[in-house]
T-cell receptor, first 111, second 114 residues
């Protein structure tokens, strides 16, 4: 059973701080990793994807991947109250393409 | 990014009736679409993989006779909840991906069964 684990939170950070969201996965052969943001009552929206070890930056967001440790993280710099949402880590199952989701981390950014 | 739409966005029905939810890829063709269900405060649960021109693949524990999936074209998949009951009330979300393997989600359909 392939699994993706996240801390459910809530994670609370002050406005302007760096929010760090973490995710581990069980399948060492996984190749594709995704971070989605989900506001309450809405469907998930893609923030970033990462395939290679190391860091990938997009604006205030940085995804980090360490395949040896089976660990992927998302950093949000200069956190804003509008970043308050649930962040879902997902790993693509290469046999069929479906995504395996973690349970999500609830982030709260306090003004 | 790619655009996926769903219709309706919300529906209320009586117990025992059937409800059809449509998922469309608007600006790309999708040979594969996915259907998820999400209960309050829980993560997404994959229900089935919808394949154009062939039978859907259901996840373990999902009743294929209750959740009928039809992927009749490269831009449309439908999910029909048959003989709906209150426990089927949930947020149903579809996803699809274009040439890349990045999945894009529809806006979701909130189903309430009275």
């Amino acid at each position: 059973q392939k699994e993706v684990e996240q801390n459910s939170g809530p994670l609370s950070v002050p406005e302007g701080a760096i929010a760090s969201l973490n995710c581990t996965y069980s399948d060492r052969g996984s190749q594709s990793f995704f971070w989605y943001r989900q506001y309450s009552g809405k469907s998930p929206e893609l923030i970033m994807f990462i395939y290679s070890n190391g860091d990938k930056e997009d604006g205030r967001f940085t995804a980090q991947l360490n395949k040896a440790s089976q660990y992927v993280s998302l950093l949000i710099r200069d956190s804003q109250p509008s970043d308050s949402a649930t962040y879902l880590c997902a790993v693509r199952d290469d046999q069929g393409g479906k995504l395996i989701f973690g349970q999500g981390t609830e982030l709260s950014v306090k003004p | 990014g790619a655009v996926v739409s769903q219709h309706p966005s919300w529906v209320i029905c009586k117990s025992g009736t059937s409800v059809k939810i449509e998922c469309r890829s608007l600006d790309f063709q999708a040979t594969t679409m996915f259907w998820y269900r999400q209960f309050p405060k829980q993560s997404l649960m994959l229900m089935a993989t919808s394949n154009e021109g062939s039978k859907a693949t259901y996840e373990q524990g999902v009743e294929k006779d209750k959740f009928l999936i039809n992927h009749a074209s490269l831009t449309l998949s439908t999910l029909t909840v048959t003989s709906a009951h209150p426990e089927d009330s949930s947020f149903y979300i579809c996803s699809a991906f274009p040439a890349t393997d990045t999945q894009y989600f529809g806006p979701g359909t909130r189903l309430t069964v009275l």
